[in-house]
């Protein structure tokens, strides 16, 4: 059934309506397993936070890893930020915190959507001139790649009025649209969002941004203590793809491939964190050193017994021990052969 969804087409099919019932039922049972699990929630947000940041601010380009990220946020010196990638990866971190503590009280306005982007860019030496404010040049959507090549993926709305009013329309749509399933409703927002490109930079960042708001406002508590932003990551290529085919027909265009992309986004990391919390119970069973090489594995995925023997101190035969034990508890997983092996949570 074809259905119409702000400007869009939406084929509404038995996947997407799977897609949100599964998503919603995990979503029933919140209150019960966040009531169960207090102290364990607090390590997942410590972490996802981590992995937030980090990804977000790498698929547009920056170099950071997620232990470097750590690091840097373990010990904020603003006086020392003089390199672009640790000033994106401050100002996103403190934009998410904000959000994550504090989204009942920033409703989806024009004036919210300029003070976030503005939080956003704070610390970023050269954007100072345009932070807050709509874009006044255009800026075409680009994908950035490891090798430092950049690829156009779509045009963007014209800078001036036409994003000022595209803006305004998209806003009024969604705080008085009252029949579209919430998860719908926010996958169309950013998807817009992205389409229009308001500001001069940060747009990507900032509609992941807007995602963890728009779902924590509408009640979806769990994605504070699980990475969305890793998992766009993951499926950056992805990403791109759909975005680009759902450009290709504007205006007017079908975005179920965009709905369901995003919605399948949501309930793959949805299901992390039901297994997270599962291991969990298994976490508390290990000893010190096993905790210990657990936590930065966490911390630090696809690293190798090696790097774990150094960080820690401990021989590299009794870690290679250690790190058996963790995999036949179906804690970590084994990647790689021979020399190449390397380590990572299950």
Not at 72 to 97: C, H, M, N, P
Not at 196 to 213: A, E, K, M, V, Y
Not at 261 to 278: A, M
């Amino acid at each position: 059934m074809k259905d119409k969804v702000y400007n869009f087409e939406l084929n509404i099919d038995w996947k997407l309506i799977n897609l949100i019932s599964e998503i919603d039922r995990f979503d029933a049972n919140w209150t019960a397993i966040e009531r169960k699990e207090g102290q364990s929630l607090n390590e997942l947000k410590s972490i996802a936070t981590v992995r937030s940041v980090g990804a977000s601010n790498r698929i547009e380009g920056n170099k950071m890893s997620d232990e470097e990220v750590d690091a840097l946020l373990q010990k904020i010196d603003l006086t020392t930020l003089a390199d672009r990638d640790s000033q994106e990866v401050v100002g996103y971190f403190e934009v998410l915190d904000l959000i994550t503590e504090s989204y009942q009280n920033i409703p989806l306005s024009e004036s919210h959507l300029k003070s976030l982007h503005n939080s956003l860019m704070k610390y970023n030496a050269k954007d100072q001139w345009h932070k807050g404010n709509y874009k006044q040049h255009s800026n075409a959507v680009e994908a950035s790649f490891p090798d430092g090549t950049k690829q156009i993926i779509f045009q963007t709305t014209a800078a001036g009025f036409a994003t000022e009013n595209e803006i305004r329309a998209l806003l009024d749509w969604y705080t008085t649209e009252t029949e579209v399933h919430p998860l719908i409703k926010i996958g169309s927002f950013v998807y817009e969002f992205l389409s229009i490109h308001p500001f001069q930079d940060g747009n990507g960042r900032l509609s992941r941004l807007i995602s963890t708001l728009l779902l924590l406002t509408k009640g979806y508590k769990w994605i504070a203590y699980v990475s969305f932003e890793h998992e766009i990551e993951n499926r950056k290529n992805e990403y791109y793809q759909v975005l680009r085919s759902c450009q290709a027909q504007r205006p007017n265009e079908d975005v179920t491939v965009w709905i369901h992309f995003f919605l399948n986004c949501l309930l793959t990391i949805q299901k992390q964190l039901l297994t997270k919390l599962l291991q969990s119970g298994l976490e508390t069973q290990l000893s010190p050193k096993e905790k210990l090489i657990y936590s930065i594995i966490q911390n630090r995925p696809n690293i190798q017994s090696g790097e774990i023997s150094e960080k820690l101190a401990i021989p590299l035969p009794t870690i290679k021990r250690l790190l058996s034990i963790l995999t036949a508890k179906g804690l970590i997983e084994k990647q790689g052969i021979g020399r190449n092996v390397s380590y990572t949570i299950k």
